[in-house]
């Protein structure tokens, strides 16, 4: 069972056949009707004006930065935002913008902490023009943004002259968790990208929403970042799947990754707080663990994975059913009797 990530996923057979008899045309010249259709779907969905397909969501993101940062500025996010961890410095190599971390014990923010962390600028700091939201923020178990969170935080950014863009690679999961409607928890940003690739199981893409004028200048980055694609409909058309078949399965994702939570804090207090995993993603202390518990757990066939020096992460998703929980259940049986 491979819990490393959902992106490990496999396409559908519905997927598949979508793809090989997709419509497709030259997507640079803006002909490939199934690019078209997906992007129509998402900002539809997303409740924005216009969307823009690229291969993947660092490459949504790093747009989103170019088309709403100011060089020499600051972009405010959480300690463990995507944007600062995970994407190789991308926002200082093509955007001319550092990083100003927010504190935070779990991705989420404050209107104050914002309205703090901009008035550091007047003590010969750079300013800030961009907040960022990370919607579900994956370090802390999926921990979600509400609507009012995001209203919150953005209100305080826009009051002070930045835009907002939120990383919601995930919000899909975020969406079904808290019942509410990707376009809500959207609303009060400029910006938002979602994967098709991860919990929503399409083999590749993600879509970047915003205005019309946003997403015609990102359409120009993408060109520069080596992004355009040509006869994308043929991924296009499982991504179109992805989104009007796979969002309601989330929560038995969500489900069985409580299942698991709760299996982990029982036979080893302190390694998860099950009240804290909302969606697929179980984040687990390290040191609450036996130190051998990687190796026996990859030798009964369970793959998971360390996300830092402290932290294992196992994540659910559709290639997992209920046999696979039930063997990873039993695998924890067996080292936790070792012991």
Request: charged share 20%; proline share 5%; glycine share 8%.
């Amino acid at each position: 069972m491979d819990l490393r990530s959902d992106t490990v996923t496999l396409p559908t057979p519905e997927m598949r056949r979508a793809m090989a008899e997709a419509e497709v045309g030259d997507d640079v010249y803006g002909e490939d009707p199934t690019v078209n259709r997906l992007q129509s779907l998402a900002a539809a969905l997303l409740g924005k004006e216009s969307a823009l397909f690229v291969p993947s969501g660092t490459m949504a993101n790093q747009l989103a930065l170019r088309v709403l940062g100011t060089p020499g500025s600051e972009l405010l996010c959480a300690d463990g935002a995507h944007v600062y961890r995970y994407e190789g410095a991308a926002a200082a190599m093509n955007s001319g913008m550092q990083c100003r971390l927010i504190n935070d014990d779990d991705g989420l923010f404050t209107a104050d902490d914002v309205r703090d962390a901009v008035e550091v600028a007047g003590y010969h700091r750079p300013p800030a023009s961009v907040l960022w939201i990370e919607n579900s923020h994956m370090p802390a178990n999926g921990r979600l943004w509400t609507s009012d969170e995001v209203a919150a935080a953005a209100g305080a950014a826009h009051a002070a002259g930045l835009r907002v863009h939120c990383d919601g690679a995930r919000i899909w999961n975020a969406s079904v968790a808290l019942g509410v409607p990707p376009s809500e928890l959207a609303a009060a940003c400029d910006t938002v990208m979602f994967c098709l690739s991860k919990g929503l199981g399409a083999p590749i893409g993600s879509l970047l929403c915003g205005t019309a004028d946003v997403i015609a200048e990102a359409r120009l980055h993408r060109q520069r970042l080596g992004g355009a694609m040509r006869q994308a409909g043929v991924v296009a058309a499982a991504g179109v799947v992805a989104v009007e078949t796979m969002v309601d399965r989330l929560a038995d994702d969500h489900a069985r990754a409580l299942v698991l939570a709760e299996a982990l804090a029982a036979r080893w207090p302190g390694s998860v707080e099950p009240v804290d995993v909302r969606t697929n993603i179980v984040c687990t202390s390290a040191a609450a663990l036996p130190e051998s518990f990687p190796d026996e757990m990859l030798a009964a066939g369970i793959l998971f994975g360390p996300i830092d020096p402290r932290t294992y992460r196992f994540v659910t998703h559709k290639d997992i059913d209920d046999d696979d929980l039930a063997r990873t259940l039993s695998a924890l049986d067996a080292v936790h009797e070792r012991r």
